[in-house]
């Protein structure tokens, strides 16, 4: 046993429509007497994209003691399913920069003598293997075949077909604020028009659980890092602190599910290959928290990169830069 994030059914809610079911390709959730329900906690990753699939929101992830996750029983539990399912599943866990469950999917196919999904970025170079050294390879998120392909099918083709499926609000997009401000090299970001309070947001979605580190606007970006709450406290948040900047919020007190930040924070400094880092928390004890996942990223990743911290102060919002 261990404590860790699973999803959690709310019985009341759930309707029994079953497309929590089919968003959760690890085959851990069935529709049994008109309901949903978690048939096996290793099978549960915790990364919560069937939360988006369900329209009576009656799923989220918790943290409790449960078996560990066990990516082994989930590739021999999905491959009766066919390619197509090992394939999505194989998407799942790269565009929540799972990069440690990825690894050892691939180990299992390969012992079972199964070619896994090509990615299209690898279809187009011409190569195998998951790892793609130019820099627009290396930004890009592997896409693979969705397309119904029995088990005994050839390796399926790759076709860079987006995410399929999943909340609408989750899915990346990229967008130019019209006064967004301009980063240097070094961070800093130059001050906008005074009295300008138009938004410098110019991507969704920002919650770190939601987030794809490998998405291309944050590919050589200036991170900002923002615990929830700063954003309220400071009144300047959009001008002081997110103008030239992308944005990613946690809050380190209440968000279950912090282990697969740090995975996703590392995935961005040394997949996406961001120039700096900004982090924002608030003068409260909690906000350490924060902190401490990132100091465990980056103590993990391979890549180092500038890292400044600002204190927002709950009595005005008052902004000290560490």
Request: charged letters at 20%; glycine letters at 12%.
């Amino acid at each position: 046993m261990a404590t860790r994030t699973v999803i959690e059914i709310d019985e009341d809610k759930c309707d029994g429509c079953g497309l929590c079911a089919s968003g959760c390709h690890e085959g851990a959730l069935r529709i049994i007497d008109g309901k949903a329900r978690l048939v096996g906690e290793s099978l549960c990753d915790g990364l919560g994209a069937c939360i988006g699939e369900c329209p009576r929101g009656a799923l989220k992830t918790v943290e409790r003691d449960v078996e560990e996750y066990d990516e082994r029983r989930v590739i021999e539990h999905i491959l009766p399913k066919g390619m197509a399912t090992i394939a999505a599943h194989l998407d799942h866990l790269s565009s929540h920069g799972q990069d440690g469950w990825y690894a050892q999917a691939l180990e299992v196919l390969a012992e079972k003598g199964i070619a896994a999904p090509k990615t299209a970025v690898e279809a187009e170079a011409g190569g195998c293997g998951r790892g793609v050294s130019s820099a627009a390879g290396a930004n890009r998120l592997p896409r693979f075949s969705l397309e119904p392909i029995p088990t005994d099918a050839p390796t399926p083709r790759a076709v860079d077909n987006g995410m399929s499926g999943g909340c609408p609000g989750s899915a990346a997009r990229s967008f130019r604020s019209a006064a967004a401000g301009r980063a240097s090299a070094s961070g800093s970001v130059e001050a906008p028009t005074a009295g300008s309070m138009a938004s410098r947001l110019e991507h969704w979605p920002v919650q770190l659980h939601l987030v794809n580190p490998r998405a291309p606007h944050f590919a050589g970006a200036h991170l900002l890092i923002a615990a929830d709450c700063t954003a309220f406290a400071c009144g300047a948040f959009h001008q002081a602190l997110l103008a030239g900047r992308k944005l990613v919020i946690a809050c380190p007190k209440l968000d279950t599910g912090k282990d697969i930040y740090v995975d996703k924070i590392r995935a961005l400094i040394d997949d996406s290959g961001v120039a700096s880092i900004t982090l924002a928390i608030m003068e409260v004890p909690c906000c350490g928290g924060l902190k401490r996942l990132l100091d465990e990223a980056m103590a993990s990743a391979k890549r180092k990169v500038p890292v400044s911290t600002v204190v927002v102060g709950i009595e005005g919002g008052s902004l000290t830069w560490m």
